[in-house]
């Protein structure tokens, strides 16, 4: 609220979607709201289906998604956000992937079977997807293949629905096995192997090939692929750790993190010291850090010997704690795990020592770091080279970052731009790439991201390379409105309700077992509990003008101050408000009055309504559809 008045937006149409935060922050559009609230409710079944609908990785986001649903959560604002992800595990485990036992394609048949209308239905909904392809005047795809390179979250959700479209999708992994990061980056002990595995069955039962051990650019030319395909998506990922540009880097014992971390996946013999460094101060650092302390043996001296623990696991990063990009929960269990963490230094040189002729880790010396970011909030770290601090190490892991490999692109013979050796120019809106039927998926479309902005971006591309094989475009259509709600009430003081915590292992039983989960995941009753602190966003008090007496009765009630009665000319005139004077023809009246509500205080209690004398003010549940719209046959 702003001099020389109050500054108001009127609600038009993305307005009430843009209430439901949760589902307007989720990539995929996921109704994290419907499934939260289908919980309090006991509806178990329908959470899981609600949270399925979209995303093709639902039981997976349910354990690592890094939930920009809960950082926009509006009960954020009141105490703490509602443990979105968590619940979604919750319904998961037991109608999920990792709970049916019949045959995966059996488990898509009863999926597809089940889905139905939902209140807040998006684009992205697998209803639609469905009912799109089923019109009979689209074109129906021919089956031709398609080849996606690089099985990670971006190339099974663009597998998943390009199957779905009656394509034939042909991924190419390089790693002995699938999944990508989600298996050779996440550490076990935060997601199950076995998960994985039953996530891609229910993708390969559509009619997904995935090839492992075939290297783009060395198995097989990627001229040879556009030759055999009739489109290529590029959903490689950034999978290459990031160096530093220091002395010393190149010395044994200096190693990636995420190699690090393919190495343990894959079972690769290892050689650490006692004294491990991690060098970053984000998720994939931890996972680097708390992984080192899950592994059985290490090497003392590089000679024959070895022992069982690590005596120190030391994290150091230029970030203060505060600016730790790492989530909170990373940076507390892994204090729990005895991580040791250094804030605010840089890396300033490898310490090295010299056996044998050759260069062995000893140590990294850091100087003070003083700021990290510059006014605009721009990477731009500045440092006191007076003030230093050296470590001592047998093992550096790098964990500052990551790049794509494209090597197997030439840009001349392939007619594909690129804006740098690691970044494909696209069009953002669609993944399209300058060269004809390429297109571009996750990490390597936008940079290291989130999961679910992975399977976003695979999703967005199977429909481009339905859009270029069929000359259709599948834009959406959108229906709304509310419906007022009969006796509208909420759980007994759900307004009070602490954060449910989310179980976990103590970190003796962790470390004891690497394999062990590090969540245990909510009870039946915990998880009610969470989900009752939900505020349903989707609904909303709507008020109506003609009714209202100016009493004040709403604003008197109301719990957290959300309402604010004021005179017309106490707000800042903007176009969109005169041109509803106008509309209304109230534009010439000298004295109107306004109710102005802040959507972030309301807390959905329903008391305004029930203390309204004049029945102004209505409780709505806000309903809407965004749907394919109808597109004349054509070819290209």
């Keep these: 609220?702003?001099?020389?008045?109050?500054?108001?937006?009127?609600?038009?149409?993305?307005?009430?979607?843009?209430?439901?935060?949760?589902?307007?922050?989720?990539?995929?559009?996921?109704?994290?709201?419907?499934?939260?609230?289908?919980?309090?409710?006991g509806e178990y079944e329908r959470a899981y289906l609600i949270a399925r609908g979209p995303n093709p990785l639902a039981s997976i986001c349910g354990r690592?998604?890094?939930?920009?649903?809960?950082?926009?959560?509006?009960?954020?604002t009141i105490d703490q956000p509602i443990a979105i992800r968590a619940l979604k595990r919750f319904v998961c485990e037991r109608y999920g992937v990792d709970h049916r036992d019949?045959?995966?394609?059996?488990?898509?048949?009863?999926?597809?079977?089940?889905?139905?209308?939902?209140?807040?239905?998006?684009?992205?909904?697998?209803?639609?997807?469905?009912?799109?392809?089923?019109?009979?005047?689209?074109?129906?795809?021919?089956?031709?293949?398609?080849a996606i390179i690089g099985s990670g979250p971006a190339g099974l959700a663009a597998a998943h629905d390009l199957a779905l479209m009656g394509f034939r999708p042909v991924i190419f992994e390089m790693e002995p096995v699938p999944a990508g990061m989600l298996y050779t980056g996440v550490p076990g002990y935060r997601l199950p192997r076995e998960l994985i595995r039953a996530e891609i069955a229910v993708i390969e039962a559509l009619g997904v090939e995935i090839r492992c051990h075939t290297q783009v650019g060395k198995d097989i030319p990627f001229d040879r692929l556009r030759q055999e395909f009739a489109a290529v998506i590029i959903a490689c990922g950034a999978k290459r750790s990031r160096?530093?540009?220091?002395?010393?880097?190149?010395?044994?014992?200096?190693?990636?993190?995420?190699?690090?971390?393919?190495?343990?996946?894959?079972?690769?013999?290892?050689?650490?010291?006692?004294?491990?460094?991690?060098?970053?101060?984000g998720n994939v650092a931890y996972d680097v850090a708390r992984t080192v302390l899950r592994q059985e043996e290490y090497d003392v001296s590089r000679t024959a010997a070895r022992i069982r623990g690590v005596r120190e696991v030391h994290l150091v990063c230029l970030e203060s704690l505060e600016e730790m990009p790492a989530d909170t929960v990373e940076?507390?269990?892994?204090?729990?795990?005895?991580?040791?963490?250094?804030?605010?230094?840089?890396p300033k040189e490898i310490l090295t020592q010299e056996v044998n002729g050759q260069r062995f880790v000893r140590g990294v010396r850091f100087v003070r770091c003083t700021s990290v970011y510059d006014e605009q909030k721009r990477f731009a770290p500045k440092f006191d080279e007076s003030v230093e601090m050296t470590l001592e190490g047998d093992t550096v892991l790098l964990s500052v970052g990551q790049a794509a490999d494209l090597s197997f692109l030439d840009p001349e013979r392939d007619g594909i731009e690129l804006r740098s050796p690691q970044q494909i120019v696209s069009d953002p809106a669609t993944g399209a790439t300058t060269a004809a039927g390429v297109f571009v998926a996750g990490d390597i479309a936008y940079g290291p991201k989130l999961m679910i902005h992975a399977i976003a971006s695979g999703k967005q591309a199977a429909r481009s390379v339905y859009r270029y094989l069929r000359g259709c475009d599948i834009a959406p259509v959108d229906v709304?409105?509310?419906?007022p709600i009969e006796r509208y009430r909420r759980e007994t003081s759900y307004e009070k309700r602490s954060r449910v915590p989310i179980p976990t292992?103590?970190?003796?039983?962790?470390?004891?077992?690497?394999?062990?989960?590090?969540?245990?995941?909510?009870?039946?009753?915990?998880?009610?509990?969470?989900?009752?602190?939900?505020?349903?966003?989707?609904?909303?008090?709507?008020?109506?003008?003609?009714?209202?007496?100016?009493?004040?009765?709403?604003?008197?009630?109301?719990?957290?101050?959300?309402?604010?009665?004021?005179?017309?000319?106490?707000?800042?005139?903007?176009?969109?408000?005169?041109?509803?004077?106008?509309?209304?023809?109230?534009?010439?009246?000298?004295?109107?009055?306004?109710?102005?509500?802040?959507?972030d205080r309301c807390i959905r209690c329903g008391l305004c309504a029930e203390r309204c004398p004049t029945t102004a003010i209505t409780m709505e549940r806000f309903l809407f559809s965004r749907e394919w719209k109808p597109c004349p046959t054509q070819t290209m």
């Design 243 to 281: 160096p530093l540009p220091i002395p010393g880097i190149d010395a044994i014992g200096v190693m990636g993190g995420v190699d690090f971390l393919r190495d343990v996946a894959l079972g690769k013999p290892l050689e650490l010291g006692q004294r491990v460094i991690v060098i970053g101060g």
């Design 505 to 599: 292992l103590p970190p003796a039983e962790r470390l004891a077992n690497p394999k062990a989960l590090v969540e245990i995941g909510y009870s039946e009753a915990e998880a009610r509990a969470e989900a009752g602190r939900c505020l349903d966003c989707g609904v909303n008090t709507i008020f109506d003008g003609e009714r209202c007496i100016l009493c004040g009765g709403c604003i008197d009630v109301c719990p957290t101050a959300c309402l604010k009665l004021v005179s017309l000319d106490r707000i800042q005139p903007t176009p969109e408000l005169q041109r509803l004077l106008h509309a209304l023809a109230l534009d010439a009246e000298p004295e109107l009055s306004a109710i102005l509500k802040d959507e």
């Design 1 to 41: 609220m702003n001099a020389p008045g109050y500054r108001v937006r009127l609600a038009d149409e993305t307005y009430w979607r843009e209430q439901i935060k949760c589902q307007f922050a989720c990539p995929v559009h996921t109704d994290a709201r419907g499934y939260v609230r289908a919980i309090a409710e």
């Design 102 to 146: 019949s045959h995966p394609r059996e488990f898509f048949h009863d999926l597809k079977q089940n889905t139905q209308p939902r209140t807040c239905d998006d684009i992205d909904e697998l209803r639609h997807l469905l009912e799109f392809l089923a019109r009979a005047e689209f074109p129906k795809p021919q089956g031709e293949r398609v």
């Design 480 to 483: 709304q409105f509310h419906f």
């Design 64 to 76: 690592i998604c890094g939930a920009p649903c809960e950082a926009a959560c509006r009960r954020g």
């Design 331 to 346: 940076i507390l269990e892994g204090a729990e795990e005895g991580i040791l963490r250094h804030n605010s230094w840089g």
